[in-house]
C-alpha cells in the first residue's frame, strides 16, 4: 500500500500523549509504541517513557519524550474484524468488510487475549496491512466458575471475593455473587462492573 503524502502535513502530538499503539515518525522510520510509563521525577521535567517497534523490521527502541516534546504522529486506518477461534498458539480473525483473515498471538494482545469469545467485534488500528493495536468492545459478559468465600470481618466497603472466571481470569466480585453467574466485567481495567441487565 503506498503511503499517504509524506507531502501533506502529519498531526503532531506531545511527547506525554503517546499511547501504546500510537504510531510515529520518529528517527527516520515508522514506529509503534508498545508500552508507555509517564514518570514525573522530582527533581526535572516529566517524561514518557516508551518502548517502540519499528513498523518495517520489528527493531525495539526505548525512547524517552519530554512532555513539551511534539512527535509527528501517522493518521491510522481504522478497520472492524470478528475473532474467529484460536488454532494452537495463534488467534484469527475475519476482516468484516473483505472476509479475509488475520492471525495473531496472545502475547501481542497481552493479558485481554483471555477476554475473547467467538464472533466478539473487535477494531484492529492499521498501519497497511500489519495491525498495531487491537480495541476491544468496552465491556464483556463472562461466566464464573467459581467463588472463595467472602473474609469474616471484612469493611462492608472492602468485602469483595476473588472469583475464576471461565476463562480462567480472576478478578474481585461483591459477595451476593456467586458460582455459576454470569457478569459483566470491564474489557479494559478487567474488572467487575456489574450483573448483566
Given at each position: 500500500?503506498?503511503?499517504?503524502?509524506?507531502?501533506?502535513?502529519?498531526?503532531?502530538?506531545?511527547?506525554?500523549?503517546?499511547?501504546?499503539?500510537?504510531?510515529?515518525?520518529?528517527?527516520?522510520?515508522?514506529?509503534?509504541?508498545?508500552?508507555?510509563?509517564?514518570?514525573?521525577?522530582?527533581?526535572?521535567?516529566?517524561?514518557?517513557?516508551v518502548?517502540?517497534?519499528?513498523?518495517?523490521?520489528?527493531?525495539?527502541?526505548?525512547?524517552?519524550?519530554?512532555?513539551?516534546?511534539?512527535?509527528?504522529?501517522?493518521?491510522?486506518?481504522?478497520?472492524?474484524?470478528?475473532?474467529?477461534?484460536?488454532?494452537?498458539?495463534?488467534?484469527?480473525?475475519?476482516?468484516?468488510?473483505?472476509h479475509?483473515?488475520?492471525?495473531?498471538?496472545?502475547?501481542?494482545?497481552g493479558?485481554?487475549?483471555?477476554?475473547?469469545?467467538?464472533?466478539?467485534?473487535?477494531?484492529?488500528?492499521?498501519?497497511?496491512?500489519?495491525?498495531t493495536?487491537?480495541?476491544?468492545?468496552?465491556?464483556?459478559?463472562?461466566?464464573?466458575?467459581?467463588?472463595?468465600?467472602?473474609?469474616r470481618?471484612?469493611?462492608?466497603?472492602?468485602?469483595?471475593?476473588?472469583?475464576?472466571?471461565?476463562?480462567?481470569?480472576?478478578?474481585?466480585?461483591?459477595?451476593?455473587?456467586?458460582?455459576?453467574e454470569?457478569?459483566?466485567v470491564?474489557?479494559?481495567?478487567?474488572?467487575?462492573?456489574?450483573?448483566?441487565?
Open positions: 500500500m503506498a503511503s499517504s503524502g509524506r507531502n501533506e502535513p502529519m498531526p503532531e502530538i506531545n511527547g506525554n500523549q503517546i499511547t501504546p499503539g500510537t504510531v510515529i515518525d520518529h528517527d527516520g522510520g515508522l514506529w509503534v509504541a508498545v508500552k508507555t510509563n509517564a514518570v514525573k521525577p522530582g527533581n526535572g521535567g516529566a517524561f514518557n517513557q518502548e517502540l517497534e519499528n513498523l518495517i523490521d520489528a527493531r525495539k527502541l526505548n525512547e524517552r519524550f519530554r512532555a513539551d516534546e511534539t512527535v509527528e504522529t501517522i493518521e491510522p486506518e481504522l478497520k472492524d474484524f470478528s475473532f474467529l477461534y484460536a488454532q494452537g498458539d495463534t488467534l484469527i480473525f475475519m476482516d468484516l468488510e473483505t479475509g483473515h488475520i492471525e495473531l498471538a496472545p502475547d501481542w494482545i493479558e485481554r487475549a483471555a477476554l475473547l469469545q467467538g464472533d466478539m467485534k473487535v477494531i484492529l488500528q492499521m498501519h497497511g496491512s500489519r495491525p493495536s487491537i480495541r476491544f468492545p468496552p465491556h464483556v459478559t463472562l461466566k464464573i466458575g467459581e467463588v472463595d468465600p467472602a473474609v470481618g471484612q469493611a462492608a466497603a472492602s468485602s469483595c471475593k476473588p472469583a475464576l472466571l471461565e476463562n480462567g481470569v480472576r478478578v474481585l466480585v461483591p459477595p451476593f455473587i456467586g458460582s455459576g454470569r457478569i459483566v470491564d474489557a479494559s481495567e478487567i474488572t467487575y462492573m456489574r450483573r448483566p441487565e
